[in-house]
């Protein structure tokens, strides 16, 4: 299905840039996001990602993954039937969802991807996307953020005086696509026209290579954990835990210098902010600042009180981004690339002069079309029409509309984008309906956030 996306997505460009006189600007910009999405983002993925891929070696070796996996059992098998449930591809998911709901994206892109190459160990055709990796798809384009902090620093710079309100119906709105999104993957992948084909002949035979699948998981299980090496971790824990603490409470720790918790009081941003709502804001935030600390340190401690080699198994697994980085540069160039003629042809803002009246007679404001039109396509497209639409004259940022723009845009995700970027780094070319269930979720997300901000703001 993806083909036919893309190709559409070109001829569009062309004819509508032609028509409207915009073939230099298309051009223009092809080039220039085809050099951006090498330089700007694929090679600083790849930093990103030898760091976090080292990380999950650590927690692979250390059996935390596992450990992991085996708590969530209950959920993951519904959600992955086809997936071992020891196997450490759930494991991996967990941490990848876990750090999406943290807002945590510099980590949670690479344990992602990470992920997609697990689940690929168990793709029985290597060139299209199991059940399994397109659920997980679904789920990333609709992962749940429990603090949209750019959607809130937004709102905040722009004098909003009450930045936060809009968090309850952003998580309210993201729960009921990532709901619907799973739900159109678990449907559609029992359609005739989206069900799986039996592998074929050199599928087969790939599987059966030994190269052709890593083999990070089939050493002697890691050595059991002595009561002196409980201890060190549990210090470990308690110290992180003061950490949480001197940020949470800093009231509460009168005795610390405050020169070490002053500039960690993020309450203090948002004086306008409800009381009874700064004690939850100020834990979500809390987590969000110690998440990456804590798990830089605790894994490879773990690691090495479960005999584990940190440093040879870190640049291990650090080894597998460089070749990760250059399997998903074209899909990334191919992908990025389409969108940006699409928006240089004009072809973005003549579907919001076309449907912005139609759309404004149930209900739904035609200043927030660009921003859902965009919004599957390009993140930072869509940044930059939130902040001109929150500074805009006659709206503002205390506005409705303002709310609920915050509300789309930290319950969806650049569905585009997440696609181009997982399945490529596993070279799967038949996405299946993949698309089809992102979709899905990203406009039930913003057709719940315009319900919901219309419900609690009005």
């Given at each position: 299905m993806l083909n036919y996306v893309w190709l559409a997505f070109l001829l569009i460009a062309v004819l509508v840039g032609g028509f409207t006189g915009r073939l230099d600007a298309v051009t223009t910009g092809a080039f220039q996001t085809a050099k951006d999405a090498v330089m700007t983002i694929a090679l600083p993925l790849v930093g990103l990602m030898a760091m976090w891929l080292?990380?999950?070696?650590?927690?692979?070796r250390g059996g935390l993954v596992q450990i992991i996996a085996r708590a969530l059992r209950p959920v993951l098998r519904r959600l992955f039937p086809e997936v071992p449930p020891e196997h450490p591809a759930m494991g991996a998911m967990v941490m990848n969802m876990a750090a999406n709901m943290l807002g945590l994206g510099n980590a949670a892109t690479p344990l992602g991807l990470r992920a997609m190459a697990?689940?690929?160990?168990?793709?029985?055709r290597k060139d299209t996307a199991s059940n399994a990796m397109?659920?997980?798809?679904?789920?990333?384009t609709a992962s749940i953020q429990l603090l949209p902090t750019t959607a809130i620093s937004i709102l905040a710079i722009a004098g909003a005086k009450d930045a936060t309100g809009f968090v309850p119906a952003a998580v309210?709105?993201?729960?009921i696509g990532l709901t619907c999104g799973i739900t159109a993957a678990k449907i559609l992948e029992r359609l005739?026209?989206?069900?799986?084909q039996p592998p074929d002949a050199k599928s087969a035979e790939d599987e059966a290579t030994p190269e052709a699948a890593p083999t990070s998981f089939d050493e002697a299980p890691p050595a059991a954990m002595t009561a002196t090496k409980r201890a060190i971790l549990l210090a470990h824990t308690v110290l992180f835990a003061l950490l949480c603490a001197v940020i949470f409470a800093p009231e509460a720790m009168a005795w610390i210098p405050k020169s070490l918790h002053a500039e960690w009081r993020y309450a203090d941003l948002f004086p306008d902010l409800p009381l009874a709502a700064k004690p939850v804001l100020r834990a979500v935030k809390t987590l969000s600042l110690t998440a990456v600390p804590w798990l830089l340190t605790f894994l490879p401690l773990y690691a090495t009180l479960r005999g584990v080699k940190v440093y040879e198994q870190f640049t291990d697994g650090a080894k597998e981004a460089f070749a990760t980085g250059t399997r998903i540069i074209?899909?990334?160039?191919?992908?990025?690339?389409?969108?940006?003629?699409l928006r240089e042809a004009g072809v973005i803002q003549g579907m919001t002069n076309s449907l912005g009246p139609w759309l404004s007679r149930v209900g739904f404001p035609a200043e927030l079309l660009p921003l859902v039109l965009l919004r599957p396509l390009s993140g930072s497209a869509t940044q930059g029409l939130f902040v001109e639409l929150v500074n805009r004259p006659g709206i503002g940022a205390d506005s409705l509309i303002a709310k609920m723009a915050a509300t789309i845009f930290g319950s969806t995700e650049t569905t585009f984008y997440v696609l181009a970027v997982y399945f490529g780094s596993v070279a799967i070319r038949r996405t299946r309906h993949?698309?089809?269930?992102?979709?899905?979720?990203?406009?039930?997300?913003?057709?719940?956030?315009v319900t919901l901000c219309r419900a609690l703001f009005r």
């Open positions: 080292g990380m999950m070696r650590l927690a692979e697990l689940l690929q160990q168990l793709n029985p397109c659920t997980f798809l679904a789920i990333n309210l709105a993201t729960t005739p026209m989206f069900a799986s074209p899909f990334l160039v191919a992908m990025l690339v389409s969108i940006r003629m993949a698309i089809i269930a992102g979709l899905t979720a990203d406009a039930v997300a913003v057709i719940a956030s």
